[in-house]
């Protein structure tokens, strides 16, 4: 090793990017930045036998959070003894947990600098992912790593089942099989016997583009016996994922027409939490009744793309 990036040699390592080190080309560095930092062969590394030499872990540790031993990650924060804490730990705490003074907000730039130069393991390191990653690619790798677990979408059911995103399909087709899943754009989720008392839950899966998506109707009863109904889609997959399409929930009747347009929750949010916001169609029972046809209850639901398909702009 004559000429090489210090940085590299500490971090390529969890990246897996090791062998072209002694012809180390800046642009190909998985920490791009350090192109601009450090061109080609301006750094000699000349290992010292009593130097200790940081490796990318020891660094990593220095950014973990004291509460939650998730990293600490720009914008850094601290508190005026120099302590760190995390942007999901600081707003649920009223002091700082190492030395309990107060928690400030003192920027430090240079711990966010440093930052830069430090590959984090991924969150999921413990269930299994291998991956370190710089600070900026964190998220977006974590919203798709392969070791991310999911929980069940199936709403009301009591369903303990975890696992992957590519295994979510699957199970609901196995394990819950009075799901009926519709290939179409444009279907229409019959629900059958509103009046039925006490909160109730249909679902369906609807296939196109490509995707799944999951549709629920959910009704509930509030303390005073009033019913309200909720109608929502998620699809089973990403927030990028689901940004692309747009879902329209549709009550038609005689010389009525009540309709909903949002974009599709993805497997990361939550139904119930949607629900509770009401961010999705909700009528009660009195519009209900409206639209119904002997207790049952037609809701069009029609998928479609927000952005020109490839396909359409070539026609
Ligand atoms: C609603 O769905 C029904 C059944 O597929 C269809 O006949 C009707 O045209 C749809 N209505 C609208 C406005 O899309
Ligand atoms: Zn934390
Ligand atoms: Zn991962």
């Given at each position: 090793?004559?000429?090489?990036?210090?940085?590299?040699?500490?971090?390529?390592?969890?990246?897996?990017?090791?062998?072209?080190?002694?012809?180390?080309?800046?642009?190909?560095?998985?920490?791009?930045h350090?192109?601009?930092?450090?061109?080609?062969?301006?750094?000699?590394?000349?290992?010292?036998?009593?130097?200790?030499?940081?490796?990318?872990?020891?660094?990593?540790?220095?950014?973990?959070?004291?509460?939650?031993?998730?990293?600490?990650?720009?914008?850094?924060?601290?508190?005026?003894?120099?302590?760190?804490?995390?942007?999901n730990?600081?707003?649920?705490l009223?002091?700082c947990p190492?030395?309990?003074?107060?928690?400030?907000s003192?920027?430090?730039?240079?711990?966010?600098?440093?930052?830069?130069?430090?590959?984090?393991?991924?969150?999921?390191?413990?269930?299994?992912?291998?991956?370190?990653?710089?600070?900026?690619e964190?998220?977006?790798?974590?919203e798709?790593?392969?070791?991310?677990?999911?929980?069940?979408?199936?709403?009301?059911?009591?369903?303990?089942?975890?696992?992957?995103?590519?295994?979510?399909?699957?199970?609901?087709?196995?394990?819950?099989?009075?799901?009926?899943?519709?290939?179409?754009?444009?279907?229409?989720?019959?629900?059958?016997?509103?009046?039925?008392?006490g909160?109730v839950?249909?679902?369906?899966?609807?296939?196109?583009?490509?995707?799944?998506?999951?549709?629920?109707?959910?009704?509930?009863?509030?303390f005073?016996?009033?019913?309200?109904?909720?109608?929502i889609?998620?699809?089973?997959?990403?927030?990028?994922?689901?940004k692309?399409?747009?879902?329209?929930?549709?009550?038609?009747?005689h010389?009525?027409?009540?309709?909903?347009?949002?974009?599709?929750?993805?497997?990361h949010e939550?139904?119930s939490?949607?629900v509770?916001?009401?961010?999705?169609?909700?009528?009660?029972?009195?519009?209900?009744?409206?639209?119904?046809?002997?207790?049952?209850?037609?809701?069009n639901?029609?998928?479609?793309?927000?952005?020109?398909?490839?396909?359409?702009?070539?026609?």
């Amino acid at each position: 090793v004559r000429s090489v990036c210090l940085v590299c040699v500490c971090v390529c390592v969890p990246c897996g990017w090791l062998a072209p080190c002694p012809g180390f080309v800046p642009a190909l560095c998985p920490i791009r930045h350090m192109a601009a930092a450090l061109p080609m062969g301006t750094l000699k590394y000349i290992p010292s036998p009593k130097a200790p030499v940081a490796t990318n872990s020891d660094l990593a540790n220095l950014f973990e959070c004291p509460v939650c031993f998730d990293f600490v990650l720009p914008p850094i924060l601290q508190c005026r003894s120099g302590h760190l804490v995390c942007s999901n730990c600081r707003p649920k705490l009223t002091c700082c947990p190492t030395c309990r003074g107060p928690l400030g907000s003192i920027r430090n730039l240079a711990m966010e600098k440093v930052a830069h130069f430090v590959m984090f393991p991924c969150r999921y390191a413990l269930l299994g992912c291998k991956v370190a990653l710089a600070h900026s690619e964190k998220v977006d790798h974590e919203e798709l790593c392969e070791f991310r677990p999911y929980s069940c979408p199936c709403p009301g059911a009591s369903c303990k089942w975890q696992g992957s995103l590519d295994d979510i399909i699957p199970h609901l087709m196995h394990k819950h099989k009075s799901i009926t899943t519709l290939q179409a754009e444009d279907i229409v989720l019959l629900a059958r016997d509103i009046n039925l008392p006490g909160a109730v839950n249909w679902v369906l899966m609807q296939a196109c583009f490509g995707f799944h998506f999951l549709l629920v109707l959910k009704k509930l009863e509030k303390f005073d016996g009033h019913q309200q109904f909720f109608a929502i889609v998620q699809l089973i997959g990403t927030r990028k994922q689901a940004k692309n399409f747009i879902y329209r929930l549709q009550l038609i009747g005689h010389c009525r027409r009540l309709t909903w347009e949002a974009t599709p929750l993805s497997i990361h949010e939550d139904i119930s939490v949607a629900v509770m916001n009401s961010d999705c169609l909700v009528f009660d029972m009195n519009i209900a009744q409206l639209f119904e046809d002997s207790g049952n209850l037609d809701i069009n639901v029609t998928i479609s793309t927000c952005h020109p398909m490839p396909s359409d702009q070539e026609g």
